[in-house]
DNA sequence: AGCTTTCAACTTTTT
DNA sequence: GTTGAAAGCT
């Protein structure tokens, strides 16, 4: 089980009795070391219901759940806790949160809840104004605070208008018997504090507990695992300093200093062996991140040769980079036979950057998928919409059909619909044409045929009002007649868990008919601008949108180039990165109003670095000469970030033996050419 | 007063 | 290329 590890990983897995800090560089195998750990640890006797893996994100603990359950099967996978540090609080409150005077059934306010008490606590409309204090005392929860504490280190106006709110939030709160997100974790943490039943019990519930990404952990949560842990329990963290990117909600570094402080039998195990990246890539991360103050010290290695040097572009605006950046794709492609889309991947700081990006992929056909923020067209509610119109412009897409006659329900069920599939099968038709063949009446009974007929006119006639309406106003009456035809609003609320979320999904629905209707009425928004077109059919608006959805659908999973931000993309990886944007002010990041400190630097510093360790065999770093703000195009001035890479400093530079391990390098992989014959 | 139009500015994101 | 805020118009 433990041969594939390296030394400094095995000791990780290992040190199964006491505090544990695994120092995980980029790409040196940190998820290997938590779940072999874990079944180490079963090994030793812990049930797994005894061990806590503790994540961020709900997508990072069921990442962890699957690749444990490669390794220590699926019966003990399903037990361990495997959990957010959010839903490891939700657990601990509905079991015991009683004892802090919470009602059973508490309910947890999403952050629209939040705004929606604010404005009503502060006395405002304003939501711009509640989202300011929303962030205000989001953070100051999360550094632990409660209202009078945050008046007291409150800086301007604004602030101390912030914490007199939060006052008043909290004792609604209180009246509601609701919590906020950063309740779930400073709830628990008070109710282990105080009550020593309660703190017993937990501590005694876990015999061992693991936390991811450590460096993202805020003040909140590291006292939270102190008090989870206690004295005995053994525990591991695992993080990286250097990738510490999310100090701006509220993450401090600071949990990593104070654990040998805290802990001083802690074993810090660096692991550094990285099995990511080529040398040359390697290098200039670590050359980036040497500017940052050390808190322990790493340097990233790997056994992979030096590889291609990092290539640096300087482009004449946004538009010359995403061309760059496109034609680097095809270059690459045209060269290397099986390179796929999905094998690059765009980075940039902040989300509009994609914009350009997306607009040259896709003008050069490149199937593309911007990470981090769902499509809109990913939402079931308007896929289920697509399905209705993906069918009416091709009544053969049975996919569409399937989705379309079973939202909502009416009746239609699986028996008639497998005996309909394979009607159709037998006479090679579509779902579709075969609903109205004469032989189902044979196979069908009465009913189901009736209930399918039905559905067909349906179609059929909603398709021909779609052909003949257009112009917006009409349009959106099509629509809006369809959809209570088929009662969808009534489809929400049944199948909803909260009146809420129906409520929004139902809003989107609106969004999304608006959005047809002016399409209809000849408004078309696109690159360059918002035209005026003429007036189209739903019909062919549907069109266009069935277009879209099958690109979206395309890019869902398969061949697709990733563009994503810097945050997104940490702990992913691609074989070719372009890093866009690197400017000053963008990367890093200055807004005008704020005065850069030196944390905020070191903090973007570490993004630079994030970026860079992302790629394993190629990275091309494009800065502008020229940009874009506002309306007018002003000078670029390449990121700091570029000269620190010191890409220039070659390995020869540096380390004549260095130079010499190259040449036989490349002399191994490419044999000389044998004489009489063209190299 | 309420609506429309124009102008400007533009982080990062999870629970 | 969107969104929000301010100014101007009905």
């Known amino acids: 089980m433990t041969e594939t590890l390296n030394p400094a990983q095995l000791q990780a897995v290992h040190h199964l009795h006491g505090p544990c800090l695994v120092l995980a560089g980029a790409g040196s195998g940190k998820t290997r070391v938590i779940v072999h750990k874990i079944g180490k640890?079963?090994?030793?006797?812990?049930e797994p219901r005894q061990i806590a893996a503790i994540t961020f994100t709900n997508k990072a603990a069921a990442e962890m759940r699957d690749r444990a359950k490669a390794l220590v099967g699926a019966r003990a996978a399903r037990e361990l806790v495997v959990s957010t540090f959010h839903s490891l609080g939700v657990r601990i409150l509905r079991a015991d949160g009683t004892r802090i005077g919470l009602k059973e059934n508490f309910s947890i306010l999403d952050s629209d809840d939040v705004l929606g008490v604010l404005r009503d606590a502060g006395g405002t409309t304003d939501a711009k104004l509640a989202r300011g204090w929303q962030w205000a005392i989001s953070l100051w929860k999360n550094q632990g605070l409660n209202a009078a504490q945050a008046a007291a280190v409150a800086h301007d106006e604004l602030e101390q208008t912030a914490?007199?709110?939060?006052?008043?939030?909290?004792?609604?709160?209180?009246?509601?018997?609701?919590?906020?997100f950063d309740d779930l974790i400073g709830l628990p943490l008070k109710l282990l504090t105080r009550d020593d039943e309660a703190r017993?019990?937990?501590?005694?519930?876990?015999?061992?507990v693991l936390v991811d990404?450590?460096?993202?952990?805020?003040?909140?949560?590291?006292?939270?695992?102190?008090?989870l842990v206690g004295s005995h329990t053994p525990f591991t963290t695992v993080g990286d300093d250097d990738q510490s990117i999310y100090g701006w909600r509220g993450a401090t570094i600071d949990n990593l200093k104070r654990l040998p402080q805290d802990y001083p039998r802690l074993k810090v195990i660096p692991l550094e062996q990285n099995y990511r990246s080529t040398g040359a890539i390697l290098r200039a991360a670590n050359h980036v991140i040497a500017k940052n103050p050390k808190l322990f010290e790493k340097k990233l290695w790997s056994e992979f040769g030096e590889g291609e040097p990092v290539q640096v572009s300087e482009c004449d605006g946004e538009e010359h980079e995403a061309e760059r950046a496109v034609a680097r794709i095809q270059a690459q492609r045209a060269?290397?036979?099986?390179?796929?889309?999905?094998?690059?991947?765009?980075?940039?700081?902040?989300?509009?950057q994609a914009r350009v990006f997306e607009q040259k992929l896709r003008a050069a056909q490149i199937p593309y998928k911007v990470s981090g923020g769902q499509s809109f067209f990913d939402r079931t509610e308007i896929k289920d919409l697509c399905a209705w119109l993906r069918l009416l412009v091709n009544n053969d897409d049975d996919p569409a059909f399937l989705r379309a006659v079973t939202t909502p329900k009416?009746?239609?069920?699986?028996?008639?619909?497998?005996?309909?599939?394979?009607?159709?099968?037998?006479?090679?038709?579509?779902?579709?044409?075969?609903l109205f063949s004469p032989g189902l009446a044979a196979v069908l009974k009465p009913k189901?045929?009736?209930?399918?007929?039905?559905?067909?006119?349906e179609v059929n006639d909603l398709e021909h009002r779609a052909r003949q309406t257009t112009g917006a106003d009409d349009a959106r009456a099509l629509l809006l007649g369809w959809l209570k035809a088929i009662g969808y609003e009534q489809h929400l609320h049944d199948n909803e868990e909260s009146e809420k979320l129906a409520t929004a999904r139902w809003s989107n629905v609106l969004d999304f008919v608006d959005w047809i209707a002016r399409r209809c009425g000849g408004e078309l928004t696109q690159e360059g601008g918002t035209f005026e077109t003429e007036r189209q059919s739903v019909l062919q608006v549907a069109q266009t949108i069935s277009v879209i959805i099958s690109l979206a659908e395309r890019g869902d999973?398969?061949?697709?180039?990733?563009?994503?931000?810097?945050?997104?993309?940490?702990?992913?990886?691609?074989?070719?990165?372009?890093?866009?944007g690197v400017n000053e002010g963008l990367l890093p990041f200055k807004s005008q109003d704020d005065e850069m400190t030196p944390e905020r630097l070191e903090e973007e510093r570490r993004l630079m670095y994030v970026g860079i360790t992302r790629a394993r065999t190629t990275l091309a770093v494009s800065t502008l000469r020229r940009r874009k703000r506002g309306r007018e195009t002003v000078a670029g001035v390449p990121s700091r970030f570029i000269a620190e890479m010191r890409l220039s400093e070659g390995v020869t530079k540096e380390d004549p033996r260095e130079r010499l391990r190259l040449l036989r390098e490349r002399l191994a992989a490419k044999p000389p050419a044998p004489v009489g014959q063209d190299a």
């Open 163 to 180: 914490a007199r709110v939060m006052q008043r939030y909290e004792e609604r709160l209180n009246a509601y018997q609701a919590v906020d």
């Open 200 to 208: 017993a019990k937990w501590q005694a519930a876990f015999g061992h």
């Open 410 to 434: 009416r009746g239609i069920g699986t028996t008639t619909l497998a005996a309909l599939s394979e009607y159709s099968g037998q006479w090679k038709t579509s779902l579709f044409e075969a």
């Open 41 to 46: 640890l079963l090994q030793t006797g812990l």
């Open 213 to 227: 990404e450590y460096q993202d952990t805020n003040a909140v949560q590291y006292e939270l695992l102190k008090v």
């Open 335 to 352: 060269r290397g036979g099986a390179v796929k889309f999905s094998d690059f991947a765009i980075l940039y700081r902040a989300n509009h």
């Open 557 to 580: 999973e398969q061949d697709v180039v990733t563009l994503s931000t810097l945050h997104a993309a940490k702990g992913l990886e691609w074989p070719h990165v372009v890093l866009a």
């Open 448 to 457: 189901a045929l009736q209930g399918l007929h039905d559905f067909g006119r």
